[in-house]
Each structure stands twice: as structure tokens, then as C-alpha cells.
């Protein structure tokens, strides 16, 4: 296979979904859709549990002592949310789902209260099928796997989640959820060039941090799904690139 058909794959799996779940989601009552929203929100979160758990690796533990895997993934979130707030990363990716959906939708006359409402889904959906699609840690370690050379399997895999989650998604939020394509290419598919150049040189321990920290991310998308706390997580993404380094200085000192 070539590189970048896990991302592919992944494409079309989200577009069909998203249709499938928009279509059928004007068909469902307000109370269906919030019912399946709640539901992605309690299996997010028990992905990101899962996920966050390799806080404990033992490469992890080897690497930076047995006392600082936990720290490492604080310092990051802190010093990637500091990052990303300075950047504005948050209203950033909220304008980008703002300008798609003008361009995507018409306004007719006399609706604009309306076209408020469906704008705020939109937005809704884009902001938060980006980030489940984008921060899991299928994403960040299958496209440096595939970009290695060591296939796509975790992407394909990924892909047929993400292609149910869509169809939920979508069901509840509308075509936003369709629109994250363009996040997932761009996220995907750098990730698989980063892979493809870096080689195998990432330890395990680099790998380790990375994938807890980007589970502890995992939980803010959770409690957002589940309206307790609209967690700024794109604001927390550079926490993905601090983790790493993190491991790399903590190491090295």
C-alpha cells in the first residue's frame, strides 16, 4: 500500500458517516441526539482513560525516573496551554469552521435567527469531530507508524471507529462533523511526513508521554461532549510537541 491510504481510508470513512448521520439526524428528536452525544462523550472518556494510563510505561519510568512520568505530563499540558493560548488556537480553529460553513451554507431572508442556530452546530461539530479525529493516540502513533514504513493497519483500524463516530456525530451536530476532513488530512497527513523524515529515532519513552499526554486531552474533548466544561483543548495541543521534549531535557539533565 502507499503511504497515506491509512489517511485516505480514514477520509472516506468519516465522509460516508457524516452523510449517513446528517441525513438521519434531522429525523431524530432533540432528545435522540443528545442521548448519542452523551454516549461519544462516556466512550471518549474511556478511551482517553485507557490512553492516559501509558503515563505508566515503564520506558517512561526508566527514562525519567519512577516519580516524574506524572510531572512530565503536567509540565506539558501547562507549557503547551500557555503556548496555545498566546496563539489563540481555540478561536482559530472556531473561525475556520465559522468562514466553512458561510461558504457551505445560504442564508435565506428572514431566517437569520436561524442561520445563527446552524452556524453555532456547525462550528460545534467542526471544533469537536477535529479534535476526537485529530488528538487520539491512534492518530499521533499510527501516522508516524505508517510514515515509518510499518503499514497502515492502526490507521485502517482507526478508520472504521472513526467512520461509526461520525455517523453519532453528524446524527447530533450536523455537516460541521463532515468538514473535519480538512483538519484530519492536514493532521494525518503531516504526522505521516514527520514519521516518513524522522525515522525510527522516537524512544519509547518519547512515544510514552506523548500518547498519555494526548489521552489527558482526550478528557477534556469528553467533558465538552458531555456539556460539564467547554475545555479550551486546542488551546492544550502544543502539548503533543512539549511532552517529548520534555522526556528528551528530563533525561538528558
Request: net charge negative.
Given at each position: 500500500?502507499?503511504?497515506?491510504?491509512?489517511?485516505?481510508?480514514?477520509?472516506?470513512?468519516?465522509?460516508?458517516?457524516?452523510?449517513?448521520?446528517?441525513?438521519?439526524?434531522?429525523?431524530?428528536?432533540?432528545?435522540?441526539?443528545?442521548?448519542?452525544?452523551?454516549?461519544?462523550?462516556?466512550?471518549?472518556?474511556?478511551?482517553?482513560a485507557s490512553s492516559a494510563l501509558a503515563v505508566r510505561d515503564p520506558?517512561?519510568?526508566?527514562?525519567?525516573?519512577?516519580s516524574a512520568p506524572v510531572l512530565i505530563v503536567l509540565g506539558a499540558v501547562l507549557l503547551g496551554g500557555?503556548?496555545?493560548?498566546?496563539?489563540?488556537?481555540?478561536?482559530?480553529?472556531?473561525?475556520?469552521?465559522v468562514v466553512l460553513q458561510r461558504r457551505l451554507a445560504r442564508t435565506p431572508p428572514g431566517a437569520i435567527a436561524a442561520a445563527d442556530e446552524a452556524r453555532a452546530r456547525f462550528v460545534q461539530g467542526f471544533v469537536v469531530a477535529s479534535l476526537v479525529f485529530c488528538v487520539g493516540p491512534l492518530t499521533i502513533l499510527g501516522s508516524i507508524e505508517e510514515g515509518l514504513g510499518g503499514g497502515a493497519e492502526q490507521l485502517l483500524l482507526k478508520s472504521a471507529l472513526d467512520g461509526?463516530?461520525?455517523?453519532?456525530f453528524a446524527a447530533a451536530f450536523g455537516w460541521g462533523v463532515a468538514a473535519?476532513?480538512?483538519?484530519?488530512?492536514?493532521?494525518?497527513g503531516g504526522l505521516t511526513l514527520v514519521g516518513a523524515a524522522l525515522g525510527d529515532v522516537m524512544p519509547d519513552a518519547h512515544l510514552a508521554a506523548l500518547t498519555a499526554t494526548g489521552g489527558l486531552l482526550l478528557?477534556?474533548?469528553?467533558l465538552r461532549l458531555l456539556d460539564l466544561k467547554q475545555v479550551k483543548v486546542a488551546d492544550?495541543?502544543?502539548?503533543?510537541?512539549?511532552a517529548p521534549l520534555l522526556v528528551y531535557v528530563t533525561s538528558v539533565l
Open positions: 500500500m502507499f503511504p497515506g491510504i491509512g489517511t485516505a481510508v480514514n477520509v472516506a470513512t468519516v465522509l460516508v458517516g457524516s452523510t449517513i448521520g446528517a441525513l438521519a439526524g434531522d429525523r431524530l428528536p432533540e432528545r435522540t441526539r443528545t442521548v448519542v452525544t452523551d454516549g461519544l462523550g462516556l466512550v471518549t472518556l474511556l478511551i482517553a520506558a517512561l519510568a526508566a527514562a525519567v525516573g519512577d500557555i503556548v496555545g493560548s498566546l496563539l489563540r488556537l481555540e478561536d482559530r480553529l472556531e473561525q475556520v469552521g461509526f463516530a461520525s455517523i453519532a473535519s476532513v480538512l483538519a484530519l488530512v492536514v493532521v494525518q478528557v477534556g474533548v469528553a492544550l495541543l502544543p502539548a503533543l510537541v512539549v
